[in-house]
């Protein structure tokens, strides 16, 4: 229910889905934004003066598909959007296929997509930077943190363990690190397994970001379905920023291939309190989350703190005239004295 319009937005463009199962029917209308979308044949994709979508590293243009790495060792590529994205509302809907000669757990390192304020920037997440600012999803298909405890000998309290391929979430306000070791799980905003690797038939992920709602769905099995995987609510997402995917790979490998990005505008109706709580926010952050180092957003100063320097100022100001009076009617009354 309340599927994304894949499946129909192929046949118009303008599409009105009714969420059936919603307490009181939401309308929710979608529109492909072409700008932000990325399909075959790729047009002017890496070119350097037209096109809507910059190339990095190893990434490469197929007929088919673009490739973020190839089935090789320390590859990186990544593809980003030219064009930042005001949407208020949206859906990223990723058609993608990892496929690689390793056996299971012999692969990676997965790939991740971006809606962040700095694009194009190399780095240690998935083959970009981190301390990002923004949202990152990101498809894990090697367990580095089970792995390094099945070095030590050490073995998951049960309950605790991810199974990969593994696909989570992070938002960032700059000041969090990604966790590679233990597979970002100190950052997690939440996640699911997806067994996403070397598959016959075509995978799809959706992003969707909706009153300030994080939801991420697979339809990986083959049915034309989506599956719930990330739902967070009261996440504040800066307008402005731009969509990008990247990859990467170390010691093992996988192809990563992107067949297409598709960026809907979704025109949701908001109740005027709705209104209020949805403004315009200049830094990502999540409600009632406490992750380390996050527990401060580095907000411009509020409004009180401007009106206690302020009124502080004044008061010392006030103080500094009135000793200033009663120092010259001494000075005054001495000085009178002194005459007579
Ligand atoms: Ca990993």
Redesign the pocket.
């Known amino acids: 229910m309340a599927a994304a319009g894949r499946w129909r937005a192929g046949l118009a463009l303008l599409v009105v889905a009714l969420r059936l199962g919603a307490p009181r029917a939401e309308q929710t209308e979608e529109h492909l934004k072409r700008e932000h979308s990325l399909s075959k044949p790729y047009q002017g994709v890496g070119s350097a003066s037209s096109g809507l979508w910059d190339l990095q590293g190893n990434a490469m243009v197929m007929t088919q598909y673009i490739r973020l790495t190839p089935d090789v060792q320390s590859k990186r590529g990544a593809v980003w959007n030219r064009v930042p994205c005001y949407l208020r509302d949206w859906e990223m809907q990723v058609h993608f296929k990892i496929h690689g000669q390793g056996k299971k757990n012999l692969n990676?390192?997965?790939f991740a997509i971006w809606y962040t304020k700095d694009r194009m920037q190399p780095g240690p997440v998935f083959g970009s930077k981190d301390n990002f600012l923004g949202l990152g999803v990101f498809v894990?298909?090697?367990?580095?943190e089970e792995k390094q405890q099945e070095a030590q000998k050490r073995r998951y309290s049960p309950g605790n363990q991810r199974v990969?391929p593994y696909i989570s979430a992070m938002v960032n306000n700059g000041s969090l690190t990604y966790d590679?070791d233990r597979?970002g799980r100190p950052t997690e905003l939440g996640g699911c397994t997806a067994m996403v690797r070397n598959l016959n038939h075509d995978t799809f992920l959706v992003i969707r970001y909706v009153k300030r709602r994080l939801t991420v769905m697979i339809d990986i099995d083959g049915k034309h379905e989506w599956r719930d995987c990330i739902d967070v609510p009261g996440v504040r997402l800066p307008r402005g920023y731009y969509f990008g995917t990247s990859s990467v790979t170390g010691d093992l490998s996988d192809n990563h291939d992107i067949i297409s990005l598709k960026l809907y505008q979704l025109t949701v109706e908001r109740t005027p309190e709705e209104e209020k709580r949805d403004r315009e926010v200049f830094l990502p952050v999540v409600d009632n989350l406490k992750l380390p180092g996050m527990e401060a957003p580095l907000e411009p100063m509020s409004g009180l703190a401007l009106f206690l320097i302020v009124f502080f100022s004044l008061v010392a100001v006030v103080f500094a005239v009135v000793i200033g009076v009663i120092v010259y009617n001494k000075w005054q009354e001495q000085s009178r004295k002194h005459f007579y």
């Open positions: 990676g390192d997965g894990d298909t090697y367990p580095n990969f590679h597979d």
